[in-house]
């Protein structure tokens, strides 16, 4: 297998130019901004059981990730 | 996911966007990726939000790459509005009876991967009535710096210094900018891929990384020699464990216990029936793609042959 590096220094399996290497482009909007409410949403966890995001947090903090990808 | 999350132990909710509808409702979509790439259309940016209890967003983090991945402990800090280094960190202490000094390494325990930031924390601890100074400063007189080096690919980003306050000082007719009390500066910093990349194995079990300080101290009357510092730190790098899969090789240095093979297989199934088009279409520009990598290398391995001779 043939490992590219790309401009920012990093390695991955994937040849450079493929869409799976492709970093985040300038002036690309992040979502919310600090300051906004994060908009509400229900989705099923790893479980089944659906979450609903504001009602489960119960009012505290809470840390929200969104991963580009995983393999169960 | 529920065997994942139970071998893993994580205690925490996986949720799962199967249509990418709250990835676009917060508008996030990774849109350079066109729809035809099957395996990939519907990904986000990935990235982090904290919220506050009512639920606004009071830090977030998207970073230049999906390489580069905040430490948990950094995100807790964000959520939290404080920095708090765990005991178990690597952390040296030095200083003297006016300014003491603490370093310590923050986030997985100072531990090293690619693309995994963590943070030099160092907090400086003037005693009452002491102040130490920002730049700029007039000939003669030392602002605190703080310089970190490691080996080749560690990359650290520039220090972050929290807000100073002025100081006129009648005698030069000058105002200076300083820190009083105590206070953090922190240095993010993250291996790349000449030092650590989980496409090989490691070609070392530690680094060696320095933080060389330097200030000076002084209190409304008087200053005290300038002073400078040097603190080492031995950081392990970490060997990356991923699950295993025959045909996705060169993502970890070690192959789990976890077979990640019948996920593989039924997200192979489900793209084929939704889109079997774009599904041949992908596996094509993947190929295609694969060529021009192997061309690139072999063309590289010429050129060095050239230089050889």
Redesign the interface.
């Known amino acids: 297998?043939?490992?590219?590096?790309?401009e920012?220094?990093?390695?991955?399996?994937?040849?450079?130019?493929?869409?799976?290497r492709?970093?985040?482009?300038e002036g690309?909007?992040?979502?919310?901004?600090?300051?906004?409410?994060?908009?509400?949403?229900v989705?099923?966890?790893?479980?089944?059981n659906p979450?609903s995001?504001?009602e489960?947090?119960a009012?505290?903090?809470?840390?929200?990730?969104?991963?580009?990808?995983a393999?169960? | 996911m529920s065997e994942f999350s139970d071998r893993q132990n994580i205690p925490y909710h996986l949720l799962s966007d199967l249509d990418s509808a709250v990835i676009r409702q917060y508008g996030i979509l990774n849109d350079s990726i066109e729809p035809g790439d099957v395996f990939l259309y519907g990904i986000p940016y990935p990235g982090v939000y904290m919220c506050d209890e009512e639920g606004v967003v009071i830090s977030k983090s998207f970073h230049d790459t999906y390489k580069k991945r905040d430490s948990a402990d950094l995100l807790l800090d964000a959520a939290l509005g404080r920095v708090v280094v765990n005991e178990s960190s690597p952390q040296a202490k030095g200083g003297d009876d006016e300014v003491a000094i603490h370093v310590a390494v923050h986030g997985g325990d100072g531990s090293i991967r690619q693309g995994i930031v963590r943070q030099l924390v160092i907090r400086f601890e003037p005693g009452d009535g002491l102040h130490l100074y920002g730049e700029p400063v007039p000939e003669g007189m030392r602002a605190l710096t703080v310089n970190a080096s490691g080996p080749p690919g560690l990359v650290f980003q520039e220090p972050r210094f929290p807000e100073t306050e002025s100081l006129y000082l009648a005698a030069m007719d000058l105002t200076l900018q300083v820190w009083k009390g105590a206070f953090e500066i922190t240095v993010p910093f993250y291996p790349v891929g000449e030092l650590a990349s989980e496409t090989r194995p490691l070609d070392q079990g530690s680094v060696d990384i320095s933080v060389d300080i330097q200030y000076q101290a002084c209190d409304d009357e008087t200053c005290r020699l300038p002073k400078s510092e040097s603190f080492q730190f031995e950081l392990p790098l970490d060997v990356i464990d991923v699950p295993n899969i025959d045909v996705h090789t060169g993502h970890g240095q070690r192959e789990g216990a976890y077979d990640g093979t019948p996920h593989l297989r039924r997200l192979f199934l489900r793209k084929l029936k939704e889109h079997p088009l774009g599904f041949i279409r992908y596996l094509f520009k993947h190929v295609r793609l694969m060529r021009a990598s192997k061309r690139r290398a072999k063309e590289s391995n010429r050129q060095m042959n050239v230089h050889d001779d």
């Open positions: 297998m043939v490992v590219e590096r790309d920012l220094g990093f390695d991955a399996p994937a040849p450079l130019g493929h869409p799976a492709l970093g985040l482009p690309q909007s992040t979502g919310p901004e600090v300051g906004e409410r994060l908009p509400d949403f989705l099923p966890d790893q479980n089944g979450i995001f504001h489960h947090r009012g505290k903090r809470a840390v929200l990730v969104f991963y580009r990808s393999v169960w």
